[in-house]
Nanobody, 115 residues
Framework: QVQVVESGGGLVQDGGFLRLSCAAS????????VGWYRQAPDKQRELVAR???????YYADSVKGRFTISRANAWKTVYLQMNSLKPDDTGVYYC?????????WGQGTQVTVST
């Protein structure tokens, strides 16, 4: 089992920045990929960025050029640097760790971008 905890969310103005952190513990040796997802009010959860063990990185079109995903200490921490934030980026951001035993989600961290 993997325990996942997100942090770093908050209230920021349009054009501002935040760095989210995803801290993983437990069965981190089984992690093959980590993704950041977000869920805006009344919308489905969507994949924002994802990094695999082989180094492949995916970004949703809506965040390309503004968000950067990175990891430190193997899979212990995965960051999501979010620059030039827009009100449309508002939502709860979740981290998901994919392993050969299944996917593990954190509780989410709220990001609110004000106009």
């Amino acid at each position: 089992q993997v325990q996942v905890v997100e942090s770093g969310g908050g209230l920021v103005q349009d054009g501002g920045f935040l760095r989210l952190s995803c801290a993983a513990s437990g069965y981190i040796g089984g992690i093959s990929a980590v993704g950041w997802y977000r869920q805006a009010p009344d919308k489905q959860r969507e994949l924002v960025a994802r990094v695999t063990g082989g180094g492949s990185i995916y970004y949703a079109d809506s965040v390309k050029g503004r968000f950067t995903i990175s990891r430190a200490n193997a899979w212990k921490t995965v960051y999501l640097q979010m620059n030039s934030l827009k009100p449309d980026d508002t939502g709860v951001y979740y981290c998901k760790c994919a392993t050969n035993r299944g996917g593990y989600w954190g509780q989410g961290t709220q990001v609110t971008v004000s106009t």
